[in-house]
Structure formats: structure tokens, C-alpha cells
């Protein structure tokens, strides 16, 4: 079996970080999410964090030279050589291209992109309710999917919190960023063969169901 490289992508609330989960458990391949990384180093107010929280309370996309710097390092790690999903990046053109030097140097190419696809009308109430566990990563909705104490983890019991990013402001700006920026490297992708469509304003089980079964079978055809 070759290694199951895969990328994730969507606009923000259309469920990338939930399905990232269920796939890191399911096929035990690192989940490597950029923003995970930036809001990791935003709490340890790094040199890093300091920078890139400008532009993420704002919505804005951090500047490629950091994001990929920040990338290259961490694919490069051994726990990749199995595979790894990539939550988030590449998000611009010139991420895309230097994704793929980098995958070739380190002889880990992509094998699927899924893409999830959403009403935009549907991402506002996601992200307003939405709830991060910040020890486990963990995802919850205050409505959709609460955990079982309000405000508290099911998993770990750490205390949830609101991303300081998920405003309605935020994510208009976010959703502005992910159509001029990010919607030519799914274009990219898409004339490359790699990318497969899912409909993510479904139920999580539904979405996983359908994400699951195209991932299995891209490895029994290996
Ligand atoms: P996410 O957790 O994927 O919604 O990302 C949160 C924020 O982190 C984004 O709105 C951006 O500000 C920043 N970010 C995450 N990934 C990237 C990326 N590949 N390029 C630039 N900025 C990013």
C-alpha cells in the first residue's frame, strides 16, 4: 500500500478540522492543520504566533513565505512517511506550487484532494456556535453538537473556547480570502485529476460516510 497523502479543503464552517478528526483516527495518519499550528504558536506567543495573529484576527490569509517555511519543516518529520492530511494549506497559488516541489523533494506527492463543498448560507450559524477544545482539538457546536457539560470537552474535560476569529465579520472576510485566493488552487487540483467533491452541508455521519468510503477504496486499489 502507498502512502495515503491527502489534502482537505473548504471554506471556513464547512467542516474541514471535523472530518480531519475521524480521518486521523481512522487511517492513523497525521493530521496537519496550518492553522492549528498558527493558533499553537499565537497561545505560546511565539515570534510566529505574534505575526500571524495580525492577520487571522482579521480573517486574512498569512503571508505565503511564513505558511511555507512553517509547512516545509513539518512535512519533512518522520510521523509523514505513512501518509498525512494536510488541513488548510495549500491555500493560495503560490502555496500550491510550492507544495508541490516540496512533496516531490520529499517523495511524499498528493493522492487526493476532497474538496467540501457548502452553501455560504450555512456557514454563519457553524461558526458563531462553533466551540474548539484547545488541548485535544476537538469540535463542537453549541447547537448541532454540544458536549455533554457546556463548556467542557468530552474527550479531555479542558475547558472549550470560542476562536477569536469566528465572528460574522471574520468570516466574511475569510470567505472573501478563500475566493480569490484559495478557489484558483482547487482549479489547479482539478485539471491535475486529484480532486474529489463531497456535499458537506450534510450531517457529519453522512459527509464522513461518503469521504470514508472514497478513502478506503483508493486504498484497496493500491
Ligand atoms: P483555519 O483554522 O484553517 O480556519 O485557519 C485559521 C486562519 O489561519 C486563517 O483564516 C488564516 O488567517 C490562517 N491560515 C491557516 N492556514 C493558512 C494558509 N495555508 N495560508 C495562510 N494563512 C493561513
Known amino acids: 500500500m502507498s502512502s495515503l497523502n491527502i489534502l482537505i479543503m473548504g471554506v471556513a464552517g464547512s467542516g474541514k478540522g471535523t472530518m480531519s478528526k475521524l480521518i486521523e483516527e481512522r487511517f492513523n495518519i497525521p493530521h496537519i492543520s496550518t492553522g492549528d499550528m498558527f493558533r499553537k504558536a499565537m497561545a505560546q506567543r511565539t515570534k510566529l504566533g505574534v505575526l500571524a495573529e495580525e492577520y487571522i484576527n482579521k480573517g486574512l490569509l498569512v503571508p505565503d513565505d511564513?505558511?511555507?517555511?512553517?509547512?516545509?519543516?513539518?512535512?519533512?518529520?518522520?510521523?509523514?512517511?505513512?501518509?498525512y492530511l494536510l488541513d488548510g494549506f495549500p491555500r493560495t497559488l503560490p502555496q500550491a506550487?510550492?507544495?508541490?516541489?516540496?512533496?516531490?523533494?520529499?517523495?511524499?506527492?498528493?493522492?487526493?484532494?476532497?474538496?467540501?463543498?457548502?452553501?455560504?448560507s450555512a456557514l454563519a450559524p457553524r461558526i458563531v456556535n462553533r466551540r474548539l477544545c484547545k488541548n485535544c482539538g476537538a469540535i463542537?457546536?453549541?447547537?448541532?453538537?454540544?458536549?455533554?457539560?457546556?463548556?467542557?470537552?468530552?474527550?479531555?474535560?479542558?475547558?472549550?473556547?470560542?476562536?477569536?476569529?469566528?465572528?460574522?465579520?471574520?468570516?466574511?472576510?475569510?470567505?472573501?480570502?478563500?475566493?480569490?485566493?484559495?478557489?484558483?488552487?482547487?482549479?489547479?487540483?482539478?485539471?491535475?485529476?486529484?480532486?474529489?467533491?463531497?456535499?458537506?452541508?450534510?450531517?457529519?455521519?453522512?459527509?464522513?460516510?461518503?469521504?470514508?468510503?472514497?478513502?478506503?477504496?483508493?486504498?484497496d486499489h493500491d
Open 66 to 83: 511564513i505558511t511555507i517555511a512553517m509547512i516545509k519543516e513539518r512535512l519533512s518529520q518522520d510521523d509523514c512517511q505513512e501518509g
Open 97 to 120: 506550487k510550492a507544495f508541490e516541489e516540496i512533496a516531490n523533494e520529499t517523495g511524499r506527492p498528493i493522492k487526493i484532494v476532497i474538496n467540501l463543498e457548502i452553501e455560504l
Open 140 to 219: 463542537y457546536n453549541t447547537v448541532t453538537m454540544p458536549s455533554k457539560v457546556e463548556g467542557i470537552c468530552d474527550r479531555c474535560q479542558h475547558p472549550l473556547v470560542h476562536r477569536s476569529d469566528d465572528t460574522i465579520e471574520g468570516l466574511n472576510v475569510r470567505i472573501g480570502e478563500h475566493q480569490k485566493l484559495t478557489a484558483p488552487v482547487l482549479d489547479y487540483f482539478l485539471k491535475e485529476g486529484l480532486v474529489i467533491k463531497v456535499d458537506a452541508g450534510r450531517p457529519v455521519e453522512e459527509v464522513w460516510f461518503d469521504i470514508k468510503k472514497a478513502l478506503e477504496n483508493l486504498n
